[in-house]
């Protein structure tokens, strides 16, 4: 069965720092990976996905993810937070009926 | 190009009760998945619906049903309401050129009391 693990269910970065959120897989298949991000009281909203194309993967909103085989990561990262960033994200798998497996979520804080 | 739409934004049911909730999916999209989210946690699987047809269900007892209409909007439908299933209720649609990718509405907030 394909999962994914997000490290951390909370990150606190200053305005203009790095963000950097965790996320690692289990797959027997070549995995479609995705990060959603989630405002409050809203929908899920796509940043990117990983479909066994490029594996720098560059998204909405200045965010990008590398995926790592060897490591069987997909850690999403911004090179500068900003506040309107701060919002609840989600890593997420795609299994063999395109259901998604989604993490615990990361809620990520961008203090002024 | 119209989004996925869903309805109620939210509901109040007390346990027992049966409650329906509708989805319309995204334009040219023909299959529609449906998640549950409880606060403080990431979506779960419930169902897919494939051109009307179950498509795979995750780990979610019967009373949880569901359907696919010939326009590709959809209804969860939940019976016997229980408090634990007080959640975001969330519908993906996907299909055409971006099969693997799931576009999510705004979700239904359902609160059993």
């Known amino acids: 069965a394909q999962s994914v693990t997000q490290l951390g269910s909370h990150v606190s970065v200053s305005e203009g720092a790095l963000v950097l959120l965790r996320c690692n897989y289990s797959?027997?298949?070549?995995?479609?990976l995705f990060w959603y991000v989630q405002y409050p009281n809203q929908g899920l909203q796509l940043l990117l996905k990983?479909?066994?194309?490029?594996?720098l993967v560059k998204g909405i909103n200045g965010f990008e993810a590398e995926f790592k085989k060897s490591e069987t990561s997909f850690h999403l990262t911004k090179p500068s937070a900003h506040m309107s960033d701060a919002a609840e994200y989600f890593c997420?798998?795609?299994?063999?009926?395109?259901?998604?497996?989604f993490g615990a979520g990361t809620r990520l804080t961008v203090k002024p | 190009e119209t989004g996925v739409t869903q309805s109620p934004t939210h509901l109040i049911k007390t346990r027992g009760q049966q409650v329906t909730l509708r989805c319309s999916s995204q334009?040219?999209?023909?299959?529609v998945s449906w998640y549950q989210q409880a606060l403080g946690q990431g979506p779960q699987f419930i169902f897919q619906?494939?051109?009307?047809?179950?498509?795979g269900r995750g780990n979610f007892p019967p009373r949880f049903s569901g359907l696919q209409f010939p326009n590709y909007s959809s209804e969860l439908n939940v019976n016997a309401l229980e408090l634990d299933d007080s959640a975001l209720y969330l519908c993906?649609?996907?299909?055409?050129?971006?099969?693997?990718?799931?576009?999510f509405g705004p979700g239904t907030r359902l609160t059993v009391l």
């Open positions: 993906a649609s996907s299909g055409g050129d971006r099969a693997n990718e799931q576009f």
């Open positions: 797959s027997s298949v070549p995995p479609y």
């Open positions: 990983y479909t066994s194309a490029a594996t």
């Open positions: 997420a798998v795609s299994g063999r009926n395109n259901d998604m497996r």
């Open positions: 334009s040219g999209h023909n299959t």
């Open positions: 619906y494939y051109r009307e047809e179950e498509n």
